[in-house]
């Protein structure tokens, strides 16, 4: 196959259903991009072994697919030979971990997991150097105001990200599944910090309860308004399963320009010219800023700033979208009136919050904390919270897929009744998340704090 752009996992998966031999991907410039083609989500399990890309792929210069594609319109016969060693195994990668306790005495404390990956591709300066400094830079401003925090921070800097599918957080999270449940309250990721021309604020990843705590930091420190986008399948976010509120991954990007700059990072991201003169100090300081703003605010708020108020209203307009499309072919009322209880209830615990003692705050961010376990994965995951879902872009609410295919199935079909059944136990798999998370709501709401 000859395929237009850099090599990604969804035409890996494409090509190896497809039986291809091999993929030639022509690169959009002269430069030739590293990339992680694995469509399975960290290590392998019996299950998702077989989903390991099976073709041999090689990226060339655009200039020599132009070449190809030449002959190849002049009805040439072209004969490609590609040559590939295969290199997989079972390794122990390092993964470096530090936990900064908050000065306030309490054993098993919640905390926040503040992560990067340490692993690159060729030098590495910005991906993922410049993060990497960021990481440490921030955790010395932060420790040096301990007595301030209401709860703990924990750095993790993954290996894996670059050549593993993010093996290291996917491994993490399965390993401390049991102590991430009950302790961490928030996942702050960063990377590529401090790119040259990197002038773009407005366009990372964060989930919909935390938009606010984003918007306000970028804002504050750069002056520019975040659009708030969703987060991709990227960027070890290997914590939706757990429940774990996330925010960021690339933080500053690059203004669209001509194809020579390829991608939202920088023409030399995943190459070798990955190098200290693509880093400018200035971008690096007010991206570690931005990150610094958030972090202090997890830390401190004496409740959590997770806003699901600004969640129900997202995920309403989602059930909207979907009950349009249905036309009556499944009744999902009762999803839409466990979100307006959800709206409702959440907007009453923000204004109970306001000003809450520290007693009644540790019951409200218990409440919230109980919420997220079930609400993080209907928006993130396929509402399967103990195995990873494939790393292959994903719809908005995954867990609402089963309805969707519903949704988009032509009205007369005859899969009707198929689509059905499973429609039918995904919407229940929802309500029950949905009943659970406005129980922990409501179990706050009536300590009438
Ligand atoms: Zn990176």
Redesign the pocket.
Known sequence: MLVEGIATEEVAALASAGRAIGQLHVSPNEYLYEMCVSPVWGSPSQHTRAKLPSTVICSIRHEDGERLRRRLADGEQVRARLEAEVDTGWRKTPLLVADLDADNGVDDAPFVLFSG?HDTWHFGVM??GGANATMLEAARVLAARRSEWKRGLRLCFWSG?SHGRYSGSAWYADEYFDELERRCVAHVNV??TGGEGAAVLTNSGVVDELKAVAADAIVAISGQKHAGRRHGRAADQSFWGVGIPSMFGSLSHQPPGPVKMLTALGWWWHTPHDTMDHIDPKNLERDTRIVLEVLWRLLTSPVLPYDYASYARSLQAELARLKTALEDRLDISALQDAVCELERQATALARLSNGAADKAADFINGSLVRASRQLVPLNYTSGERFHHDPALPHRPWPSLEGIGELARLPACSPDTVFYIVHARQTRNRVASALRQANEALRDVLDLKL
Do not use: L
């Open positions: 990956h991906d993922n990200h990377d590529s």
